[in-house]
């Protein structure tokens, strides 16, 4: 098959290279995004096989837009060939097309959502149908670009720090940017459950002070340990849900059931 053309393959012809760069778990993460911008915009790029012009073929670059084809249910997927090559080629080859790919850096990305958050007349909605973002990855930059101090954005452009801490700091102090600012930098030494107790505790206390806020985080937590039986379908969109929301499914969980529990009037 020559090598520029575009050919239609099955996805049930293909078969994954023990040499691409990649594994298979670290190539599902973030899949869900890629499945919503195949699915939004079309395949834009088609992967590279390798074969002698009968199935099966080998995938040497484009592991997760195959995956993401996989997720959808799809049958064909749009492919170039290249000729037979040994291993170490294409390994090489791999590990090329996925250094050469670089992923938007946080400004970048910022700007862009924010610029099309306007031009959408402020609908995020808008915005994550476009893009493929998920919607809570869409309002976190927004929220961050509209409150956050210079000095954050700037430390979040270095990769210093990271966007949920900066949203957490802002809730925490009721979007008071200068308490947000020294808030964020003394977050960094806690854990997720202490961090969350502070936007928790600084979200009900709007007047908190810095230390009471530090301190309450600070407190040892009583927590009991409920397991309980889910069924695939209740697991898979706990999982959904923990992705889309930039959460840990145990977190996801305990908020479902209390605010099950709350509407119910039992707490």
Known sequence: MPDDMVHSIPLKDIFVSDENV???SEA???LEELVASIKKHGQL??????GNGKPPYELIVGQRRFLAHRHMGVKDIKAIFVPKMEHTDAMVRSL????CRTELTYKDAADAVTALYKHFARSDRKVAKETGLTLRKVRQYIYIEARASAETKRKLRQGKIKPVDVQRALRAASDDVDKADDLLE???KYDKYQKQRMVEYGRQHPKASIR???SKAEEPAIEQQVIVKLSDKVRSGLLAAAYKMSMEPDEVAAKAVEEWLSTQGFI
């Not at 790029?45 to 390798?50: C, D, N, Y």
């Not at 090329?96 to 250094?99: C, L, T």
């Open 22 to 24: 990649r594994s298979e």
């Open 186 to 188: 003394r977050m960094q």
């Open 96 to 99: 090329a097309e996925n250094m």
């Open 212 to 214: 009471e806020i530090v």
């Open 28 to 30: 599902d993460k973030g």
């Open 45 to 50: 790029q088609p992967v590279v096989l390798m």
